[in-house]
């Protein structure tokens, strides 16, 4: 197994890609939230001394007097620790919920935290990002893997091009999706059930509630795409 090199790709038999964050993109993951804490840990003080200073009424007085008061070294310490470490709890949440990708002729692996999933290239109908989310369909158009990659979006596309997946600029079926109005009758009683179910899984911003109502849809022979908080449905295209 090697990882991706800038140069590209060789396609040889067995050979595996894998697809994480770049040198930079990893920098970033790992440094940047732990430095933006510090960063605001320094700074905010100061401005908060000004902004309480101008004697206008501010959002949020409190909060502003609080800390405009980080004005001695141990207590700027204090407040670098905490924001540090919220820095870091970013950065393990960032990892935990992005995907690494592991792509070879025969079958493509998704790691996300400390789930795993392989799909078999025959199994596969089509690839494509959905904003910077990657979908893959498979053979019935059900969404057999959604979820954010470590990997940029061209390498993504190109990766899966050289190996002979059936990547899409686009969902091919975006144009059967229809916008879900309650009791509007267009879905049977049980698909309406779920979908009034999953609408309040997303409203409540519930992932893991709105990953498991869309598998049971998938089972009553549907697909759900989140537009904000409102779902489009559509049935699945089976061959």
């Known amino acids: 197994m090697r990882r991706l090199a800038s140069t590209g790709v060789k396609n040889e038999a067995r050979e595996s890609v894998v697809l994480s964050l770049s040198g930079a993109g990893r920098v970033l993951v790992m440094a940047g939230p732990v430095a933006l804490g510090v960063l605001l840990a320094v700074v905010l003080p100061p401005i908060a001394r000004w902004a309480v200073g101008l004697g206008i009424g501010l959002p949020f007085g409190p909060v502003w007097r609080v800390v405009g008061s980080m004005d001695t070294w141990w207590k700027v310490a204090i407040q670098v620790a905490i924001l540090g470490l919220l820095g870091v709890l970013a950065t393990i949440e960032i990892l935990r919920r992005t995907a690494r990708v592991t792509v070879t002729a025969e079958r493509v692996r998704f790691d996300v935290g400390d789930e795993h999933r392989t799909l078999a290239r025959s199994d596969i109908e089509a690839i494509f990002l959905d904003g ?27 990766v899966f091009r050289e190996f002979g997946y059936p990547w899409r600029d686009a969902d ?27 609408a309040v899984a997303v409203r409540k911003r519930a992932g893991r509630e709105s990953a498991e109502l869309r598998e049971a849809l998938q089972k009553l022979g549907y697909e759900v795409r989140d537009d904000g908080d409102r779902q489009s449905w559509r049935p699945l295209v089976r061959p």
């Open 132 to 158: 910077s989310v990657l979908v893959v369909l498979d053979l019935e158009s059900r969404q057999a893997f959604r979820g954010e990659p470590q990997a940029e979006a061209a390498t993504l596309e190109r």
């Open 172 to 198: 091919p079926f975006a144009g059967l999706y229809q916008p879900w109005s309650p009791e509007s009758g267009q879905v049977p009683v049980a698909v309406e059930a779920v979908l009034a179910a999953r």
